[in-house]
């Protein structure tokens, strides 16, 4: 089955700078890679999402970008706000009207 | 739409007891999915349903775990008999996979924070 590891598990940033954060997948048949942030003590919303027909993804400040041949994709926040602290959770599937395989999450904190 | 609804929101119980966790998906959507959240082991699937059918329960850890989705507006997961190591938030999620598009957002309840002491 599809093993996704996430990294860092941990980033810390200064209101203003850049976060980056980079999920690698193990089974080249996923084709769907969504990304979920979690407030605490709150539920998993969808932020973004990419397609396997499409490189880069662009939604005001955030960015996906998907690297098929290595297997890796990366979810980039520009101009971090405290508000964009969050848990992140990069997740594939080769069929996305059913199982997401997760990421362990990645605690982003933007100190002001 | 109300969004997916759970219940309940918190439930402490004792090891041995038998709890059941509820969920209504959003009206409408034909998949509905269980996950638990842990620190250890962050966000796995349990089981999940098209049409009210289980497609996939390969995630459930062990026979005392058990979901069932009667109708197209509610699904239960239950343990049976409960253990400490099942302390964990458990999340119902709903998505419309019929339709076009092939790629379809799972919306999440606010999910129930599970404590067996």
């Known amino acids: 089955g599809e093993n996704v590891e996430q990294h860092p598990s941990t980033l810390s940033v200064q209101e203003g700078d850049s976060a980056v954060i980079k999920c690698t997948y193990s089974?080249?048949?996923?084709?769907?890679f969504p990304w979920y942030k979690q407030e605490l003590g709150k539920r998993p919303q969808l932020i973004i999402d990419i397609r396997s027909n499409v490189g880069e993804k662009k939604d005001q400040r955030i960015a996906v970008t998907l690297n098929k041949t290595a297997k890796h994709f990366s979810l980039h926040i520009t101009e971090t706000q405290p508000e964009d602290s969050a848990v992140y959770f990069c997740a594939a599937t080769p069929n996305a009207r059913g199982k997401l395989t997760f990421g362990q999450g990645t605690i982003l904190t933007v100190h002001p | 739409d109300a969004g997916v609804i759970q219940s309940p929101r918190h439930e402490v119980t004792e090891m041995g007891q038998e709890v059941t966790l509820r969920c209504k998906p959003i009206?409408?959507?034909?998949?509905l999915f269980w996950y638990r959240q842990t620190m250890m082991r962050g966000l796995e699937l349990l089981i999940y349903?098209?049409?009210?059918?289980?497609?996939?329960d390969s995630g459930m850890p062990e026979d005392r775990f058990s979901a069932k989705m009667p109708n197209a507006s509610f699904s239960t997961l239950k343990i049976q008999p409960s253990e400490p190591r099942d302390s964990a938030v458990y999340f119902c999620?709903?998505?419309f996979g019929t339709g076009t598009s092939n790629y379809n957002e799972q919306f999440f309840g606010p999910g129930t924070r599970l404590t067996v002491l």
């Open positions: 089974d080249s048949a996923s084709n769907y």
């Open positions: 009206s409408g959507h034909d998949y």
């Open positions: 349903f098209n049409n009210n059918v289980p497609i996939d």
């Open positions: 999620a709903s998505s």
